[in-house]
C-alpha cells in the first residue's frame, strides 16, 4: 500500500509536470530560440521518465526490501481493498481516455508501434503510466490477500518489489523514447513522402530529391528540402518557385513550422547524403 501510495504521488506531480511543459513548448520564437521552445515538452516528459524510476520504482523497491526483511502483519486488510478497488476505477476511467489518444494510431500499426512512431509525449506517457498503475494494483490486492490468506507477510514486501520492478521497466521505456524525441526525430514518413510529392507538381521543378524533417514538438515540423530546378529557370524565377512551393507546403501541411528549400542536382544530394551516412553524422 505504501508503494502505491508512493507511485499515486509520483503519478500526479508527473501530469503537473507535463502540463507545465505543455505551456513552456506553447511560448512562440524568439531570436534566442528561432525555431520555438516545442522540444521544452520533451524534456520535461524525460524528467518525468526519471522521477518514475527514482522515486516510483526506487522507494517501492527499498519498501519491498525492508518489508521482506522485517514482515509486519496486515491489520485491517479490508480497508486496503477499498482503497485499490476504488484506486483501479480511477485509473482505469484515466487509462480509457488515454488509450483513446492512441487508438486509432494502435489499430493502423499496432500498439507497440504508434508508441515507437507517436510525437506526442503526454498520449504514451499517461497511458505507460496508467498501465503500470493499473497493474501495480492487481500486484498489491494479490500480494495483500495472499499475505493475509497464507497468514505470511513476507508477500506484502514481495508485492512491493514486484511495483518497484514494474516501475522501473515503464520507466526506461519512456526514457528512451522521450529521449529519442528530444535529441530529434524524422517527422512520419507519411508527410516526408507528400512534401516531396508537392515539390514534384511545380513546373520548373525537375527532381524532388528528398526531404530531411526533424519533430519540433507534437505539432510542430522543420523541414530541408532538397530540389534539382530545371536549366532554363532563371534566379528570379527559382525564387518564386520557392515561395510558391513554401505556400504550398504549408498550406496542406501547417504543422510545417519552418522549409528549408536548397537547389543541388541529384547526382550531388547522392553524394552529400553518402557522405553523411559513411561518416555516422546521421
Known amino acids: 500500500m505504501t508503494s502505491e501510495a508512493v507511485h499515486s504521488v509520483v503519478d500526479t506531480s508527473n501530469e503537473a509536470l507535463l502540463l507545465y511543459g505543455y505551456h513552456r513548448a506553447t511560448r512562440p520564437p524568439n531570436e534566442a ?15 518525468v521518465a526519471l522521477l518514475i524510476f527514482a ?23 479490508v480497508v486496503s481493498y477499498v482503497v485499490l478497488g476504488l484506486s483501479f476505477l480511477f485509473e482505469g476511467a484515466s487509462w480509457l481516455i488515454a488509450l483513446r489518444r492512441l487508438e486509432a494510431d494502435g489499430r493502423r500499426y499496432g500498439y507497440y508501434q504508434a508508441f515507437v512512431r507517436s510525437k506526442d509525449p503526454p498520449a504514451f506517457v499517461v497511458l505507460l503510466e496508467d498501465s503500470a498503475a493499473l497493474t501495480g494494483i492487481v500486484i498489491a490486492a494479490a500480494a495483500t490477500a495472499a499475505a493475509v490468506l497464507l497468514k505470511q507477510p513476507v508477500w506484502d514486501g514481495i508485492g512491493s518489489i514486484l511495483i518497484g520492478v514494474l516501475l522501473g521497466i515503464t520507466s526506461i521505456a519512456l526514457a528512451r523514447e522521450s529521449k529519442s524525441l528530444l535529441i ?16 514534384r507538381r511545380f513546373p520548373g521543378v525537375l527532381r524532388a530529391n528528398g526531404v530531411l524533417t526533424v519533430q519540433l514538438s507534437p505539432t510542430e515540423v522543420v523541414a530541408a528540402l532538397s530540389i534539382e530546378f530545371s536549366d532554363e529557370e532563371r534566379a528570379n524565377e527559382i525564387e518564386q518557385l520557392v515561395v510558391a512551393i513554401e505556400c504550398d507546403i504549408r498550406k496542406h501541411h501547417p504543422e510545417v513550422a519552418a522549409i528549408f528549400i536548397k537547389p543541388q542536382t541529384q547526382a550531388r544530394y547522392r553524394r552529400v547524403r553518402a557522405d553523411r551516412f559513411d561518416d555516422g553524422k546521421m
Open 33 to 47: 530560440h528561432p525555431l520555438g521552445h516545442g522540444r521544452e515538452l520533451y524534456f520535461w516528459s524525460f524528467i
Open 55 to 77: 522515486l516510483g520504482a526506487g522507494v517501492s523497491f527499498f519498501q519491498g526490501v525492508i518489508h521482506v526483511l522485517r514482515p509486519q502483519p496486515i491489520e485491517d486488510p
Open 184 to 199: 530529434g526525430e524524422p517527422a512520419d514518413p507519411e508527410l516526408a513522402r507528400s512534401i516531396l510529392a508537392l515539390a
